[in-house]
């Protein structure tokens, strides 16, 4: 018998090998990470060569690990239609290609492993969101406080 969510443990498994980059899935010795946000100071996921700015610091620094913020404040660095997908969109427009599949590409091939990380923490502001509306508001985590 399958158990609920069963389903989506597979799901989250398959991306999981699919996102590792082959020379990174050898279980290194030392894992070297850093949180890369997607915008802000560096607004890293702006372009190409920002992507490519940041791959080479990484190989510099000996990062075989990368988590790469896609969703801030709603807004989504991937397609989507639960959150505000323009800076995917304006990415997509302005180089020509999808921004995660381009650092996936250019971190593979620098022997990065890639991760998501997506910030839904702060959704709870915009009583508005998509996917607040479809969820309802009860899928937002309240402190003791209400807020």
Excluded at 22 to 44: F, I, M, Q, Y
Excluded at 65 to 88: E, G, I, K, M, T
Aim: glycine share 6%; charged share 25%.
């Amino acid at each position: 018998m399958i158990r609920p969510g069963a389903g989506l443990l597979v799901v989250f498994l398959a991306l999981g090998s699919a996102f590792s980059a082959p020379a990174a899935r050898k279980n290194p010795a030392e894992v070297r990470a850093l949180w890369v946000e997607c915008e802000g100071s560096n607004d890293t996921l702006s372009s190409k060569k920002k992507i490519d700015e940041l791959i080479e610091r990484a190989r510099a620094a000996r990062v075989n690990l990368l988590y790469v913020q896609l969703l801030r404040h709603n807004r989504a660095w991937f397609n989507s239609r639960l959150a505000d997908s323009s800076p995917y969109r304006a990415f997509l427009r302005k180089e020509q290609t999808d921004p995660l599949l381009y650092l996936l590409a250019r971190a593979h091939q620098a022997g990065i492993q890639v991760h998501a990380w997506l910030n839904v923490f702060r959704i709870g502001k915009d009583r508005n969101a998509p996917i607040l509306r479809q969820l309802g508001a009860d899928a937002v985590t309240r402190d003791g406080t209400g807020r």
